[in-house]
């Protein structure tokens, strides 16, 4: 059997040498090492052998075996480097052909507002803050004036983190506004503030051409000494002029939010439709742009402030509807639902 080993070992060497594509070497390795090869078949002669003979062949067999799948390894390199350089010497290609185009991303809608937004709020020195939108119950609605007993809380449908619980602060939930940001700044930096907080919110509600379960909001708010609405209502005018580079309607209206006192309500035309009646502004003529009001002081208190030495006004509203305004967007949905050939017109 030994004689065997070394002449199969001799003749699979020459089968190598003389292969002259990749299949014939492929051929050659089935044809001695496969698993019905002539390497198998003697090895499985082995168990007939003395005792004494069965370890030395089965020495030889692996070092024939190792032999040959390294002279396949360097052959099958050799192979592909010569077929490689016959490819290259057939084929011919023009290096002043320019390559394929590649289209690049850009800025989608919603950041681009959103970065106007906060240009021209920090002309005016309101600094840009952000926060977690996995926020504690405490945050996201106590510390806004809103326990748990408080019917406000059925104004906005919540999703729940489950099996996340904070035993500070209670429950863990998405985030429905961005006004939890307010009560973490202030404990954070104190009085005086001007700040805004962009953010995405999420609500657990039917979509339809004007409402989504994710969008964007604006909180906006100013505690400093002697603050009123008069300072607020200046504000608001500066941002609409600046960001719609016109005069737009608006309209101010009593409003409750239990984070404020008082509430008011701000709305303004509909650009969509110019005031006639649209989906978008349920045929009113109107948007609802934001609410707003003076800082309740259980508020100002849960951001650790003095309400007897500070006051301030606070504003929310909804940037996606803002670019569903300044676009003429007549559905919220098309915003993120990815359709490339909607989004490449921003």
Excluded at 216 to 223: P, R
Aim: aromatic letters at 8%.
């Amino acid at each position: 059997m030994k004689e065997q080993l070394l002449a199969l070992q001799k003749a699979c060497l020459d089968a190598i040498k003389k292969a002259d594509s990749s299949n014939a070497l492929q051929e050659i390795e089935v044809k001695y090492l496969g698993r019905k090869g002539e390497l198998t078949a003697i090895l499985r002669g082995v168990k007939d052998l003395p005792d004494a003979q069965k370890p030395i062949v089965g020495k030889l067999s692996n070092e024939v075996k190792t032999v040959l799948e390294e002279a396949l390894e360097n052959k099958s390199k050799e192979l592909e480097k010569e077929e490689l350089n016959k490819q290259l010497q057939d084929d011919t290609f023009d290096i002043t052909i320019p390559g394929p185009d590649r289209s690049l991303g850009h800025v989608h809608p919603l950041s681009q507002v959103q970065h106007q937004v906060e240009k021209i709020f920090n002309s005016m020195g309101f600094m840009i803050m952000d926060g977690p939108e996995v926020e504690s119950e405490y945050y996201n609605f106590e510390g806004l004036n809103i326990p748990a007993w408080h019917p406000a809380r059925d104004m906005q449908d919540t999703f729940f983190i489950k099996g996340k619980h904070d035993k500070k602060h209670g429950r863990m939930v998405l985030r429905t506004h961005t006004s939890p940001v307010q009560v973490r700044t202030m404990e954070k930096y104190g009085a005086p503030l001007r700040v805004i907080v962009p953010g995405r919110t999420f609500r657990y509600e039917a979509t339809d051409a004007s409402h989504d379960t994710t969008f964007y909001q604006v909180e906006g708010f100013m505690i400093d000494k002697n603050i009123s609405i008069a300072h607020l209502k200046g504000v608001l005018a500066q941002f609409l002029s600046s960001l719609f580079g016109k005069e737009v309607t608006v309209r101010i209206r009593p409003g409750y939010f239990p984070f404020v006192e008082p509430g008011l309500e701000v709305d303004f035309s509909c650009l969509i439709c110019g005031g006639k009646g649209c989906r978008v502004c349920k045929y009113t003529g109107w948007v609802e742009f934001m609410g707003a009001g003076m800082i309740h002081e259980n508020v100002l208190k849960a951001g650790g402030i003095d309400p007897k030495k500070w006051q301030g006004w606070a504003f929310g509203f909804g940037l996606t509807r803002l670019v569903m305004m300044r676009h003429g967007i007549d559905d919220i949905r098309l915003l993120l639902g990815g359709d490339l050939r909607f989004i490449n017109q921003f």
